[in-house]
């Protein structure tokens, strides 16, 4: 969605799994709408507040989430700064470092090698 969905998309897609179900000559495309069917069902609250809101209450959403490093737990080891792909973070050597939101591009690399687990995720 990357924020650019509208409420009503959540309709059309209602719509298109509904039509697909019904019109599918074979019984696995008459079953492949399910998931979609059954998670809008079960979980429409949070279609609407990914759509509506640009909220992952899951954190799972790279577009509506942020890597941010916790100043307290930061060392500044350096070691998130040489694997980041991107060169989005900066920071001198035993000194909390920080990440440029408008760089990153989330992939977690940063997160992932972190000895200290310093970087977290944040929702926007």
Known sequence: MNGKAEPDDLNKLERLANNIKKSAICGLGQTAPNPVLSTLKYFR??????????????GYCRALCNLVINPEKCRGCGICKR??????????VKMPHEINQKICIKC?????????????KQTI
Not at 83 to 92: F, H, K, L, R, Y
């Open 83 to 92: 694997n980041c792909p991107v060169g989005a973070i900066s920071g001198e």
């Open 45 to 58: 609250e949070e279609y609407v507040e990914h759509v509506s809101y640009n909220k992952c209450r899951a």
């Open 108 to 120: 977690g690399t940063c997160a992932d090698k972190c000895p200290f687990h310093a970087i977290e």
